[in-house]
């Protein structure tokens, strides 16, 4: 193993990671705090410092030879990520690390650039709150700007909403500032890539499939998307801008995007590969291991071979949540599974407490599932959920 990859986070969505280094001949380092966290058996080498504090993991790193660094799935190591690339002089993503965040700093970065993104006020009090409302005109959306997985994120429809939810927020965040942005009316829709020594590896646009909510986030994705073809050309001149805006490169990216007026919409952007299962839904679509990927990028490699001449795998998504939250009694599931169901699987077992789906960050499970066409997918899906049983007291 002549070359070492330290992996933000040992939670159990980095463990493909650590197995896709280890078949590459790629020594690992993990950095975490300290927990049970799924991950560290995995990895060569364990470091103990916080992912979240840049400075502690580059102290933690020492005199060790480090040839690359990423982390999937979650925002919290992405800042860290930017910064050792930067120190350590090796690939990876500038400023835009940094950015992924702090949707403000994000949102100032598209505004610089060019990049179209919703118009967005920084709100300090509820002061600023409601004079940012009268100005840019409900409905609204005010943002916690350092959070994932759709918290610290509401519509607000008038002054009481207001009211209502900046406290909430507030309370949510690290930071002493939110956002509020107008509200964009059209279709919202997910954007996986990956830059690769500066140019895009591949650009595959996800259907979402949301879980209503105030507002609604994605509990599942679907692949092709509907209207992924016909707006291709310009998907991938939005993903060119973004990555230029936020100086992404040598990494995955996921995006959330709006089709609005005719128009192509930046919502946001991170430099790691999505959570949602999104991770093996790119695999089985280009019919690869795509954290192998993940992990060859990260090394500098080029990797645009890997998904060029691939693709084509109709498959979908779908979070698993609980109705209530409490202790979990049980689950029960089909005996046998039809061969279409590339993954059904929960990250608890009963015993467990659970929350309310209510977040990302709040799923039991998964469910991956092949399939003709997109809708085909999603019909399977829907199928299965009627055979499982949750049990929560």
Known sequence: ???TLLVLGASYSQIPLFQAARKLGVRTVASTIPGPYAGIPYADEVLYCDI???EEVLRSVGERRIDGVTTCC?????RTMGYLCSQLHIPGPGIGAQAACDKFLQKELYEKAGVRTAPFRKIGSEEELLEACAQIGYPVMLKAVDLMGSRGVFRLDCDQDAHAHFAEVMEQTKKDYCIAEKFLTGTMFGVEAMMSRGSLAYVLPLGNDLH??????????????EMGEELYERICCLTKQVCGALEFDNCALDMDCMLADGELWIIEATPRAGATAITDMVSIYYGIDYFEAIVRCALGEDVTGMFSGNGGTPNATWLIGADEEGVLEEIRIPRELPEEVADLSFNVKPGDS??????????IGQIIVRGSDAQDCRRRIEDLLKDIVIKVR
């Open 52 to 54: 979240t504090k840049p």
């Open 1 to 3: 193993m002549d070359r």
């Open 74 to 78: 979650m925002d919290v190591g992405t």
């Open 212 to 225: 209503e909510g105030n507002p609604p986030f994605p509990q599942g994705h679907h692949v092709p998307w």
């Open 354 to 363: 659970i929350r309310r789906f209510a977040s990302g960050r709040d799923r």
